[in-house]
C-alpha cells in the first residue's frame, strides 16, 4: 500500500509539475521573427510538406505544423504611427520596444526619440542577451534591437551602437560592417572587450564560453536553397544551437532573438523555391527550439514575423476548355471547363530547386554576353531548378526574374505584390506564459506582453 500511495504522489507532483509548464516562471526567452513570413508563407510550407516529396519528412508533418499544433495562437497588426504597411525597421521598432514609429526608423520612437527595447530591458534584470540574424546583424530587423538611429541605412553607426550594447551573443552576416572605413577598427575594440571573433562553422563550434562575436559573411548570408554550396557555414539553427548553449550559463537566463531574414527576400523576388527553402529553415530551427524548450521547461518560444511579403498563393485561373483538358493528370475536365485549379506537382517541383532567383541572376549578370547562348542558358536553367525547363516559351532568356514570373503564372501561384503588405500577422507562443500572447493584438503590445509574462510588470 506504501507503494501505491508513494506512485500516486509522484503521479499527482507529475501533474502538478505538467500544469506548471503553462503556468511557471519564465526564465528564458526564444524570440523567432520570421521575416516577411505572413501566414501565406506558412500556409504554403505546411500545404507543401503535407503533398510534396521531401524525404527529412516522412510523415508529412513539418516541425512549424506540430508548433503551432501546441501553441497559443495570436493575430497581430504591424501599421505604423503614420502608415497602415510597415517596412522591417518600423515593425521591428514596434515588436522591441512597444512604442509606435515610423517606416525606417530603428529603436526610436515616432517623435525619434530612443525607445528602450526588450534586450535593454532584459539586461537590467540579469540576463545575458543575444541577436542572430541569417541576413546580417546590421539589418533592420536587429538592428531594432540593439541600436537607436533615426534611419535604418545608418549600418556603419548601427555596428558601432551594436559593439557599444554588447551583447553577449551576436551571430550572422555582416563582417563588411565592421572592418571598413570608419569601422575598421571595430573587431579589435570587440575583442578588447572580451569578445572572441568568429568567422566560420567550425571556429563556432569551439567556442565553449563567454562573449561571441560571429560574423560569416561580408553582406548577408546566403538563401537556404544555395546553403548546399557553403559547407564551411553555420546555419540558422547551427549558429541558434551555439547562441543557447553559451547564453544559458547565465544563472539568470537569457533572451534571444532570431531572425529568419530572407523568406522576405524570396518571397520580394517571388521565388516560391527559395521561400519554400528559407521556410524549411526556419523548420529545422523550430524543431530544435521546441525540443529544447520541452527539456529545459522555463522558456517561453514566440514565434512571429514583422510583416508579410508578397501576398503569394495558388490561384486557380480561366485557361480555356483544350488546355484545361491536357492540364488535368486524369486526362479529362473534371471543373467545368476550362478552369486550372493547380497542381500538388508543384510542391514537388519546388523542391528540386538548387538556386534562387537571385544567385542566378548575379551569375548570369557576371558572365561574358558569347557565353550566354540557349544551349548553356537551357543547361543552367535545369540545374538551377532541378528539372527540365521548357525555354521555347521564354521571350528573353536572360531576364531571370521574367522566367520565374511566367514559370509561376504556369503554376497558378500569384503575388499580389513585390513589396510588403498590411496582411495581419500569425504569432504563436509555447512554453510557461504561453497565453500572455493569445488574441488579437497590434505589434506595439507585444513588448507589454512580454514583460507581463517575465514578471517585470510591477517591478
Ligand atoms: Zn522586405
Known sequence: MKKFY???????????????????????????????????????????????????????????EQFLQNAQWGLFFNNTYDTVVTDSAAAGTQMATGRLSRPESVGVDYNGQPAENLLELAR?????????SDAYVTDATPAAFLAHVPNRSEKMEIARQIVAFEPDVLLGGGLKYFTTGENKKLLSEAKKKGYRVVKNKKELAAVKSGRVLGLFSDTSMPMAVEMHR????????????????????????????????????????????????????????????????????????????????????????????????????????????DVDYASFNTFAQLEKQQSSLYYLEEE??????????????????DEALGMKVDISKFDNLTDVSGLFEQLNESRGLVWATPNHSSLAILSAAYGPQADEFAGVYHNTDILPRFKQALGWSDK
Open 6 to 64: 508513494r506512485a500516486f504522489g509522484l503521479l499527482l507532483a507529475c501533474l502538478l509539475l505538467g500544469g506548471t509548464l503553462q503556468a511557471g516562471d519564465v526564465k528564458n526567452v526564444i524570440w523567432i521573427i520570421g521575416d516577411g513570413m505572413g501566414p501565406d508563407a506558412m500556409g504554403f510550407f505546411m500545404q507543401g510538406v503535407r503533398y510534396g516529396g521531401l524525404k527529412d519528412y516522412p510523415d508529412k508533418v513539418s516541425h512549424l
Open 124 to 132: 537590467k534584470q540579469g540576463k545575458a542577451v543575444g541577436v542572430i
Open 364 to 381: 548570369l549578370k557576371q558572365l561574358p554576353a558569347e557565353k550566354l547562348t540557349p544551349a548553356y542558358l537551357q543547361k543552367r536553367f
Open 230 to 337: 557553403y559547407p564551411k557555414l553555420p546555419t540558422l539553427t547551427e549558429q541558434t544551437q551555439k547562441a543557447v548553449e553559451l547564453l544559458i550559463q547565465n544563472e539568470d537566463g537569457f533572451v534571444l532573438v532570431v531572425e529568419a531574414g530572407k523568406i522576405d527576400w524570396a518571397a520580394h523576388a517571388h521565388d516560391a523555391g527559395a521561400w519554400f527553402y528559407e521556410m524549411k529553415e526556419l523548420d529545422n530551427l523550430l524543431q530544435y527550439v521546441q525540443a529544447f524548450a520541452d527539456k529545459n521547461g522555463e522558456t517561453l518560444v514566440y514565434l512571429n514575423a514583422d510583416h508579410d511579403t508578397g501576398l503569394g498563393a495558388f490561384a486557380y485561373r480561366h485557361v480555356g476548355k483544350q488546355k484545361a483538358m491536357q492540364k488535368t493528370a486524369q486526362g479529362e475536365v473534371l471543373y467545368g471547363g
